[in-house]
């Protein structure tokens, strides 16, 4: 769970500092760079797995594959000047962590903050793009965490997920050497197991981690690799599945029968399936103009296939292909409620799309509903999972709780170069768990745009239907 995230000099993230709790909704105009956190986010998750190189062809925005530009990820990043950009996330990983070999293992400690600080190199010859180069990786943990943790969370959550022993270790750290900067893997006791030149390395050392002999640096890498953004598109939720596909659904929605097919016959389900396609099929029917007698995934043993049918009140039986985008959509995180194994962190661009107004409470209580409930612990019933969804809609804003909110507004802030520039700030509503004493905040007066009718609007309730 990302429970902090840092930004400064990351495209139009100047100086972003932004507490997250199991769910959050950022609101604002287009053209804000509402998505910049999500891509900061998903850069993350992609330095956990993968080379700086290919993190930085991934990220929205740039121009993916060859040709790809690394400066698009930085702050003016044509201007011939300094490049670097740090990013921190400040997050809580499982008590438990399983390395690629099936091995488990148990962190020291599960309230960690992690740092990067990358620069920009370039092209020693006329031609060819730079490269990104690591300036600093730290991983340490958060001492006294009880007390850092801003949103509240009963006693049993914070018992069942935060190891702290009032200890300050050091997992990975950065220091100069004789003639240049070193990153420090470090032992139990914070002592030096070994170092890496930066200037050497072409992924982050915490990405090279895939074994259980440094557990609690494999679950800040596991629990980073879990972060990602879920864009479903239409064309990936109606295509059938093979036998020999994925049965976990994809960020695009693509293996959506094959999921529904395993968390239904999933061995605490398999004496009655039928329980799951029934939860899902209830859940969405709440869709108002949708009457869903029942919903299950049909094999077909001739092509070996499985087809996600629907089937109306009346009899009317309809393949997933045949359902509107919106419904989809909306089955497809019906189907992730239900999925324990899907867990982590979920960035969702406008959810609203697609969704009629009389079912975006519907699609809003969805959401809400996927992230960990703070007040319980987190098992099969409650899946430690969080959700942070960005809009524009004032429906969606209406229907949010304030302490759920997030106002992007553009500000002025200083420049690396000392200037004054306009860039992305993310402000809490006032006398939330989110406002900081003497922090900026955002109030009704600042959001009246989402809670009143447009001003050029043609139709309007009634006085005696508004009173």
């Keep these: ?61 740039t121009a993916r594959g060859r040709g790809g530009d690394p400066r698009d990820l930085f702050w003016d990043g044509y201007r011939e000047h300094e490049h670097r950009f740090t990013i921190a996330a400040e997050m809580i990983v499982p008590t438990e962590v399983e390395d690629e070999l099936g091995e488990l293992a148990r962190p020291e400690a599960t309230y960690l903050r992690y740092e990067v600080v990358l620069g920009y190199e370039p092209s020693r010859g006329d031609h060819g793009l730079g490269r990104l180069h690591l300036l600093r990786e730290d991983l340490r943990q958060i001492p006294n965490a009880r007390s850092r943790l801003a949103f509240p969370a009963s006693q049993a959550f914070l018992d069942a997920m935060v190891i702290d022993d009032g200890r300050s270790r050091v997992f990975l750290s950065t220091d100069t050497g004789d003639s240049e900067q070193l990153i420090n893997e470090h032992t139990q006791w914070n002592r030096v197991e070994r170092s890496r030149p930066a200037s050497r390395v072409t992924r982050t050392v915490l990405s090279t981690k895939i074994t ?62 039928d329980q ?81 107004p009389a079912n975006l409470a519907a699609m809003v209580q969805l959401v809400r509903d996927l992230a960990v409930d703070p007040t319980d ?20 804003v209406q229907l949010c709780d304030p302490d759920d909110l997030l106002l992007a507004d553009v500000r002025l802030t200083a420049a690396p170069d000392g200037t004054a520039a306009r860039a992305l700030s993310l402000l809490p509503f006032r006398r ?22 447009p001003p050029q609007a043609h139709l309007r309730l009634p006085s005696d239907l508004t009173a």
């Design 1 to 61: 769970m990302l429970t902090r995230l840092q930004v400064q000099g990351f495209k139009n993230l100047l100086d972003v500092d932004v507490e997250f709790g199991p769910f959050t909704c950022i609101a604002g105009a287009n053209g804000m760079g509402k998505s910049n956190i999500f891509d900061a986010i998903e850069f993350l998750s992609y330095l956990a797995t993968g080379s700086l190189a290919d993190a930085a062809q991934r990220v929205r925005g």
């Design 212 to 273: 259980a002999d440094n557990p609690t640096i494999l679950a800040a890498r596991n629990e980073m690799k879990s972060w990602r953004r879920l864009a479903l598109e239409p064309s990936a939720l109606r295509t059938p599945d093979g036998t020999t596909g994925s049965d976990l659904l994809s960020a695009n929605g693509r293996h959506l029968p094959a999921t529904l097919h395993r968390v239904a016959h999933a061995p605490e389900w398999s004496a009655e399936p």
């Design 276 to 356: 799951v396609y029934a939860r899902v099929a209830g859940r969405l029917s709440d869709l108002s103009g949708l009457a869903v007698e029942d919903l299950e995934v049909e094999f077909d043993e001739a092509r070996e296939l499985f087809t996600l049918f629907l089937t109306e009140r009346g009899g009317l039986r309809l393949p997933a292909r045949a359902l509107s985008e919106g419904t989809l959509r909306f089955l497809a995180l019906c189907v992730l409620l239900e999925d324990t194994e899907f867990t982590g962190l979920i960035c969702m661009e406008e959810p609203e799309n697609g969704i009629h």
């Design 377 to 396: 612990v987190p098992s099969g019933d409650n899946p430690f999972r969080q959700v942070i969804i960005n809009t524009h809609s004032p429906g969606v």
């Design 432 to 453: 939330t768990w989110r406002a900081r004493r003497g922090g900026p905040t955002f109030s009704m007066a600042d959001i009246v745009a989402y809670l009143s009718e």
